[in-house]
Nanobody
Framework: QVQLVESGGGLVQSGESLRLSCAAS????????MAWHRQAPEKHREPVAR???????NYSDSVKGRFTIPRDSAKNTVYLQMNSLKSDDTAVYYC?????????????WGQGTRITVSS
């Protein structure tokens, strides 16, 4: 199994930047993609950004051009660099790892980290 620990959340002003970190441990070699999702108050969880093991990235339209998802393979860590933050970005952000164990596919989730953007 894969364990994930997020960090970096907090309170920021509109227009500022923030970087989240997601450190993976456990069955690292089984991971083929990692992603960030977020859940705003009274809304469903939505995908934000995803990076595959061969560095293909995808972003939701709402964050494209403002967020990036770099990673440091040596540290088994994925980041979410968030620039030009808006009040609509206020949410709990979750890291996920998509992994494969033989023919069994699964997704591991972190505990979430809260970001509040004040206008």
């Amino acid at each position: 199994q894969v364990q994930l620990v997020e960090s970096g959340g907090g309170l920021v002003q509109s227009g500022e930047s923030l970087r989240l970190s997601c450190a993976a441990s456990g069955s690292i070699s089984s991971i083929y993609a990692m992603a960030w999702h977020r859940q705003a108050p009274e809304k469903h969880r939505e995908p934000v950004a995803r990076i595959t093991s061969d560095n293909n990235t995808n972003y939701s339209d709402s964050v494209k051009g403002r967020f990036t998802i770099p990673r440091d393979s040596a540290k088994n860590t994925v980041y979410l660099q968030m620039n030009s933050l808006k009040s609509d970005d206020t949410a709990v952000y979750y890291c996920s790892a998509e992994a494969r164990n033989g023919t069994y596919y699964y997704i591991s989730w972190g505990q979430g980290t809260r970001i509040t953007v004040s206008s």
